[in-house]
């Protein structure tokens, strides 16, 4: 323990984190740059801040506050102890509706904020687009605007008062009138009223520097909203009172879609006259999918509120007949509204991939010039661009003329740095130019401080380098940012990593096969890091669990960067840190959907794991768990499988049992099936499509359009689940889908060869022939989640022998299990990249649902006619989609929504030991929720393997696969427990 930890921990009652993954977690925000903290103190209060403080100063440390970590201009990191707000600070103390005020700590999240002000019709008014993340300490260290600033301004215009501890111990209760100026402040700047009232450019976006013109007597002499935006260089921030407004009753949208950004550019400050909430744009090259969008090349967002939603209605549609568009929409329900604003939030995070893959990087994100520029400036600055080279597409808030742009700097060679530099600096100039700001939300940071004399000239900086002398004598608090900065240049965090691609398992095609490519991806936006989730939404479960920043997908991102860096996690792969954080990642993919940059921790949790696990012993779960298809070939017999399932149920074996494999002792063992799937349909006909008729050897049920022998071949695949745990579910989809008139029939067993040549021809091959028999296919993902890549390799190798006749036919591959359906989608490919036939077999993979709806099109399924309650699969979420789910279950008269996030289970990850606690607390979330509050008659829909079992042990509730609901439905006897 260093002198400075133990003197930390002697005086602060809150948690003092010098170990290496502390550290590691914060050496980076949401900027280009990195520095390594000596520590992280999580203070309990005001007390542990000043604490904190008396020790930093007597030692000459530098100290920084940090709230969500999400800065894009480098300004909460640094070098000395990091004050994280996040996990003891985070309490709204007091709302008090009829004064329209609420008391905050700085790491409260400004969501729940907006939930507690909602039931008395307030909000907050400034809302980021991370605003599920982002906290108020560090909006209001930012000056943070969001996309409702033209109606309610910048966080300045919402403070009142605000309580802050300086450098030196003083503990200020910041107001207007001069209330709470440390000594000295005044004199400056009563000196200084001239400069003050002629130095600052007039804009609605002007958040760079000292806001030094709010102590003029005319603005109230506002020593809070003058501390707005001084990124923690003054005082640390300890409690804020701030001012609510009031939230419409109702809101319009109106998208109003035009041929490209500047033509939206050119029409925004046109439509301020309306008094709109927003006006936001953007351009297509920023969006996924323009399906849920007007005609055009770039969008306008602008909202209208009203007392109702007629006249929040006829206010848009006022601002479309006014507007020259090429097409427009105007949407009044809030769900369809939602779904369009996520659109416009996540351009954070998909703004840092070009449209071609290639890498962007913020530095010039927020930059601001006066509305009715705004055009003019966007053609000057994409022509800036195109003279140095590069490519960046603008978007953000048109009607208050602040720009975010993420740009293809190439920040890992000399040349690349080299010529960031040069543009930073004709940017400057250029928004000079245009009378703007050189940040318009995120603060100057480290990206832009040494730049400000370009915007302010000397003696104006002299002036801020003296209040910061006043507020901070000792320059103790985040040094380098806004006065006597840090060169723009240094520090960039891709510095650190290692210039040669890292040898790895999987083949990243996203990312050109360069593992530290993949761990770029983590950009610090932090959507993983919201504490609720709606919708369908499942990133990410274990942070929400947990609330541990190490638990996040960018925490975990965090980790690799430095186990790739070298310098804080110091034994690379072998590190335990990594391996602790990496412990409880459910492997769900939901990062890999969820994340606006893609980042997939599920893929490289397994690469970790194959690395830090090569030529040592691995956990016994791994051994348990991760060859559990082997296990259950061992005993698939029907006397083996009777004989496992009774012994189970004995407590002193199971117990045993479940202590030598690495399970969690809260676990039932699963029984396992006496008859498998493929023997189930060896006996009901040896193979063949059609033979034996229907499942069971029943005639086809009325309801139904077909039955077997006839229409287009489908391939079932033989899961390790159903084959062994729930083969009913394999019996249901032979059922639906003969039913549906398609052909039926199950992988091969073994390599077949062509058929011998006759008559000098080769006879042609019968694709039923080749396909009779049991399956032992397998996708491998058990060795996937357990890291075991080598065993995962041969196993999917063998499959591709195996599947090659598939290959030859037109046969879809019909999955089951959504867990292996994606697993054959993407890891199969991503791992076997050497081998064409991965892309091949992964091309024909398809869903139970995606089956009937495109080779049985023009069947009709039975009426269910009941609601549904359970979840979505994890793994459908993010890689399948369940779009094609949704409309099966429409025809069927299923009706009601799945809930999104994760069971919990999530294959071996919740019946490993020590993993119970936090597998329960993700089904607590949605899924058990759901189920318990949904009516009595209602579907308990669950197609995981997974999730099913969870529902089981943690609620005694049977969940069933949607092909036997259809099923049963078929068959006139649909079951009628409910849940």
Same mark, same amino acid.
């Given at each position: 323990?260093?002198?400075?930890?133990?003197?930390?921990?002697?005086?602060?009652?809150?948690?003092?984190?010098?170990?290496?993954?502390?550290?590691?977690?914060?050496?980076?925000?949401?900027?280009?740059?990195?520095?390594?903290?000596?520590?992280?103190?999580?203070?309990?209060?005001?007390?542990?801040?000043?604490?904190?403080?008396?020790?930093?100063?007597?030692?000459?440390?530098?100290?920084?506050?940090?709230?969500?970590?999400?800065?894009?201009?480098?300004?909460?990191?640094?070098?000395?102890?990091?004050?994280?707000?996040?996990?003891?600070?985070?309490?709204?103390?007091?709302?008090?509706?009829?004064?329209?005020?609420?008391?905050?700590?700085?790491?409260?999240?400004?969501?729940?904020?907006?939930?507690?002000?909602?039931?008395?019709?307030?909000?907050?008014?400034?809302?980021?687009?991370?605003?599920?993340?982002?906290?108020?300490?560090?909006?209001?260290?930012?000056? +943070?605007?969001?996309?409702? +600033?033209?109606?309610?301004?910048?966080?300045?215009?919402?403070?009142?008062?605000?309580?802050?501890?300086?450098?030196?111990?003083?503990?200020?209760?910041?107001?207007?009138?001069?209330?709470?100026?440390?000594?000295?402040?005044?004199?400056?700047?009563?000196?200084?009223?001239?400069?003050?009232?002629?130095?600052?450019?007039?804009?609605?976006?002007?958040? +760079?520097?000292?806001?030094?013109?709010?102590?003029?007597?005319?603005?109230?002499?506002?020593?809070?909203?003058?501390?707005?935006?001084?990124?923690?260089?003054?005082?640390?921030?300890?409690?804020?009172?701030?001012?609510?407004?009031?939230?419409?009753?109702?809101?319009?949208?109106?998208?109003?879609?035009?041929?490209?950004?500047?033509?939206?550019?050119?029409?925004?400050?046109?439509?301020?006259?309306?008094?709109?909430?927003?006006?936001?744009?953007?351009?297509?090259?920023?969006?996924?999918?323009?399906?849920?969008?007007?005609?055009?090349?770039?969008?306008?967002?602008?909202?209208?509120?009203?007392?109702?939603?007629?006249?929040?209605?006829?206010?848009?549609?006022?601002?479309?007949?006014?507007?020259?568009?090429?097409?427009?929409?105007?949407?009044?329900?809030?769900?369809?509204?939602?779904?369009?604003?996520?659109?416009?939030?996540?351009?954070?995070?998909?703004?840092?991939?070009?449209?071609?893959?290639?890498?962007?990087?913020?530095?010039?994100?927020?930059?601001?010039?006066?509305?009715?520029?705004?055009?003019?400036?966007?053609?000057?600055?994409?022509?800036?661009?195109?003279?140095?080279?590069?490519?960046?597409?603008?978007?953000?808030?048109?009607?208050?003329?602040?720009?975010?742009?993420?740009?293809?700097?190439?920040?890992?060679?000399?040349?690349?740095?080299?010529?960031?530099?040069?543009?930073?600096?004709?940017?400057?100039?250029?928004?000079?130019?245009?009378?703007?700001?050189?940040?318009?939300?995120?603060?100057?940071?480290?990206?832009?401080?040494?730049?400000?004399?370009?915007?302010?000239?000397?003696?104006?900086?002299?002036?801020?380098?003296?209040?910061?002398?006043?507020?901070?004598?000792?320059?103790?608090?985040?040094?380098?940012?806004?006065?006597?900065?840090?060169?723009?240049?240094?520090?960039?965090?891709?510095?650190?990593?290692?210039?040669?691609?890292?040898?790895?398992?999987?083949?990243?095609?996203?990312?050109?096969?360069?593992?530290?490519?993949?761990?770029?991806?983590?950009?610090?936006?932090?959507?993983?890091?919201?504490?609720?989730?709606?919708?369908?939404?499942?990133?990410?479960?274990?942070?929400?669990?947990?609330?541990?920043?190490?638990?996040?997908?960018?925490?975990?991102?965090?980790?690799?960067?430095?186990?790739?860096?070298?310098?804080?996690?110091?034994?690379?792969?072998?590190?335990?840190?990594?391996?602790?954080?990496?412990?409880?990642?459910?492997?769900?993919?939901?990062?890999?959907?969820?994340?606006?940059?893609?980042?997939?921790?599920?893929?490289?949790?397994?690469?970790?794991?194959?690395?830090?696990?090569?030529?040592?012993?691995?956990?016994?779960?791994?051994?348990?768990?991760?060859?559990?298809?082997?296990?259950?070939?061992?005993?698939?017999?029907?006397?083996?499988?009777?004989?496992?399932?009774?012994?189970?149920?004995?407590?002193?074996?199971?117990?045993?049992?479940?202590?030598?494999?690495?399970?969690?002792?809260?676990?039932?063992?699963?029984?396992?099936?006496?008859?498998?799937?493929?023997?189930?349909?060896?006996?009901?006909?040896?193979?063949?499509?059609?033979?034996?008729?229907?499942?069971?050897?029943?005639?086809?049920?009325?309801?139904?359009?077909?039955?077997?022998?006839?229409?287009?071949?489908?391939?079932?695949?033989?899961?390790?689940?159903?084959?062994?745990?729930?083969?009913?579910?394999?019996?249901?989809?032979?059922?639906?889908?003969?039913?549906?008139?398609?052909?039926?029939?199950?992988?091969?067993?073994?390599?077949?060869?062509?058929?011998?040549?006759?008559?000098?021809?080769?006879?042609?091959?019968?694709?039923?022939?080749?396909?009779?028999?049991?399956?032992?296919?397998?996708?491998?993902?058990?060795?996937?989640?357990?890291?075991?890549?080598?065993?995962?390799?041969?196993?999917?190798?063998?499959?591709?022998?195996?599947?090659?006749?598939?290959?030859?036919?037109?046969?879809?591959?019909?999955?089951?299990?959504?867990?292996?359906?994606?697993?054959?989608?993407?890891?199969?490919?991503?791992?076997?990249?050497?081998?064409?036939?991965?892309?091949?077999?992964?091309?024909?993979?398809?869903?139970?649902?995606?089956?009937?709806?495109?080779?049985?099109?023009?069947?009709?399924?039975?009426?269910?006619?009941?609601?549904?309650?359970?979840?979505?699969?994890?793994?459908?979420?993010?890689?399948?989609?369940?779009?094609?789910?949704?409309?099966?279950?429409?025809?069927?008269?299923?009706?009601?929504?799945?809930?999104?996030?994760?069971?919990?289970?999530?294959?071996?990850?919740?019946?490993?030991?020590?993993?119970?606690?936090? +597998?329960?607390?993700?089904?607590?979330?949605?899924?058990?929720?759901?189920?318990?509050?949904?009516?009595?008659?209602?579907?308990?829909?669950?197609?995981?393997?997974?999730?099913?079992?969870?529902?089981?042990?943690?609620?005694?509730?049977?969940?069933?696969?949607?092909?036997?609901?259809?099923?049963?439905?078929?068959?006139?006897?649909?079951?009628?427990?409910?849940?």
């Amino acid at each position: 323990m260093t002198d400075l930890e133990a003197q930390l921990r002697a005086v602060v009652r809150g948690e003092v984190g010098f170990d290496v993954t502390s550290r590691a977690l914060t050496t980076m925000d949401a900027s280009n740059y990195r520095r390594v903290p000596a520590g992280v103190v999580a203070p309990r209060d005001a007390d542990d801040v000043a604490a904190v403080l008396a020790v930093c100063r007597e030692r000459g440390v530098p100290v920084v506050a940090r709230g969500g970590g999400t800065s894009i201009a480098g300004q909460a990191t640094g070098t000395g102890v990091v004050l994280d707000f996040t996990r003891h600070m985070n309490r709204l103390v007091a709302l008090d509706a009829e004064a329209r005020t609420a008391v905050v700590q700085p790491g409260l999240v400004l969501d729940r904020l907006q939930e507690a002000a909602a039931p008395h019709g307030l909000r907050f008014g400034p809302d980021p687009s991370t605003h599920s993340r982002c906290t108020l300490g560090g909006m209001i260290g930012n000056n +943070s605007c969001g996309s409702h +600033s033209v109606a309610w301004g910048t966080t300045a215009d919402s403070v009142r008062e605000l309580d802050v501890v300086t450098a030196r111990g003083a503990r200020l209760r910041l107001g207007r009138d001069w209330a709470g100026a440390p000594g000295g402040l005044r004199d400056l700047a009563e000196a200084e009223l001239a400069r003050l009232r002629t130095g600052f450019p007039e804009l609605p976006r002007r958040i +760079s520097g000292y806001a030094l013109d709010a102590l003029l007597p005319e603005n109230g002499a506002d020593v809070a909203r003058s501390f707005c935006g001084s990124e923690g260089t003054l005082g640390v921030l300890t409690e804020a009172v701030v001012h609510l407004v009031e939230a419409p009753r109702a809101r319009a949208l109106a998208v109003l879609g035009y041929a490209d950004e500047s033509a939206a550019a050119e029409a925004a400050a046109g439509l301020l006259p309306f008094g709109p909430l927003t006006v936001e744009g953007m351009a297509a090259d920023l969006v996924r999918s323009t399906a849920e969008l007007p005609r055009g090349g770039a969008w306008l967002f602008v909202e209208t509120g009203g007392e109702t939603a007629g006249e929040a209605r006829t206010r848009a549609e006022a601002i479309v007949r006014a507007a020259d568009v090429v097409d427009a929409l105007v949407v009044t329900d809030p769900a369809g509204q939602r779904a369009l604003w996520r659109i416009r939030e996540d351009a954070s995070g998909t703004a840092t991939r070009m449209p071609d893959g290639t890498e962007a990087w913020p530095g010039w994100e927020d930059c601001a010039v006066p509305p009715a520029r705004l055009g003019a400036y966007l053609r000057d600055f994409r022509a800036l661009m195109a003279a140095h080279g590069l490519r960046g597409t603008p978007y953000g808030h048109f009607g208050d003329g602040c720009i975010h742009v993420r740009i293809d700097f190439d920040l890992l060679t000399e040349a690349g740095v080299t010529r960031f530099r040069r543009f930073s600096e004709e940017l400057a100039d250029l928004v000079v130019a245009h009378g703007g700001s050189l940040s318009g939300e995120h603060g100057d940071g480290q990206a832009r401080a040494e730049l400000l004399p370009r915007m302010y000239g000397a003696e104006m900086i002299g002036l801020f380098e003296r209040v910061k002398g006043v507020w901070d004598p000792d320059d103790l608090l985040n040094p380098g940012m806004l006065v006597r900065p840090a060169p723009l240049d240094s520090g960039l965090r891709f510095s650190v990593l290692p210039r040669e691609p890292v040898d790895v398992a999987f083949g990243y095609p996203a990312d050109d096969g360069d593992f530290a490519a993949a761990v770029r991806r983590c950009v610090g936006v932090a959507k993983c890091r919201t504490t609720s989730v709606s919708g369908s939404a499942v990133m990410c479960p274990s942070f929400r669990a947990t609330g541990a920043e190490e638990h996040s997908t960018r925490g975990r991102a965090r980790l690799l960067h430095e186990m790739l860096a070298g310098e804080v996690v110091t034994d690379g792969w072998r590190s335990e840190e990594v391996r602790d954080a990496l412990d409880l990642c459910l492997s769900c993919k939901g990062c890999r959907s969820d994340c606006p940059v893609g980042v997939d921790m599920a893929t490289y949790k397994a690469e970790f794991l194959h690395r830090h696990y090569a030529g040592r012993r691995r956990p016994a779960a791994h051994y348990a768990l991760g060859r559990l298809p082997v296990w259950l070939r061992a005993v698939s017999r029907t006397r083996t499988a009777r004989l496992v399932n009774a012994l189970s149920a004995v407590p002193p074996l199971a117990w045993a049992a479940k202590r030598l494999g690495g399970l969690a002792p809260e676990r039932e063992i699963p029984r396992v099936a006496t008859r498998t799937f493929s023997g189930w349909w060896e006996r009901r006909g040896g193979g063949g499509a059609g033979a034996g008729g229907a499942a069971g050897g029943r005639e086809p049920a009325r309801g139904g359009s077909g039955g077997a022998g006839r229409g287009p071949l489908v391939v079932l695949w033989p899961d390790t689940f159903t084959e062994h745990l729930s083969p009913a579910v394999g019996q249901a989809a032979v059922r639906v889908l003969e039913a549906a008139g398609l052909r039926v029939a199950l992988p091969p067993t073994l390599r077949l060869e062509k058929p011998p040549v006759g008559d000098g021809r080769t006879v042609a091959l019968d694709p039923l022939s080749l396909l009779r028999g049991r399956g032992r296919v397998c996708c491998g993902l058990t060795y996937v989640s357990t890291g075991q890549l080598e065993r995962a390799r041969a196993v999917m190798r063998r499959t591709l022998d195996l599947m090659e006749p598939v290959l030859e036919t037109g046969a879809p591959v019909v999955v089951l299990e959504p867990s292996c359906a994606a697993a054959l989608r993407t890891d199969v490919p991503e791992l076997l990249h050497d081998d064409p036939r991965a892309a091949r077999l992964a091309a024909k993979v398809l869903t139970f649902a995606e089956t009937l709806e495109r080779h049985a099109p023009g069947w009709t399924p039975p009426r269910v006619d009941r609601p549904v309650a359970g979840q979505t699969h994890c793994h459908q979420h993010a890689v399948l989609g369940d779009a094609a789910d949704r409309r099966l279950r429409e025809a069927a008269l299923l009706t009601g929504e799945l809930s999104g996030g994760c069971c919990g289970l999530a294959g071996n990850f919740g019946f490993e030991k020590g993993h119970f606690e936090v +597998s329960a607390a993700c089904a607590e979330e949605q899924l058990l929720p759901s189920v318990r509050d949904a009516p009595q008659d209602t579907v308990v829909l669950a197609d995981g393997y997974s999730c099913r079992t969870q529902l089981e042990q943690l609620a005694g509730v049977r969940g069933r696969h949607l092909a036997q609901v259809l099923a049963e439905a078929l068959d006139g006897h649909p079951e009628r427990e409910g849940t």
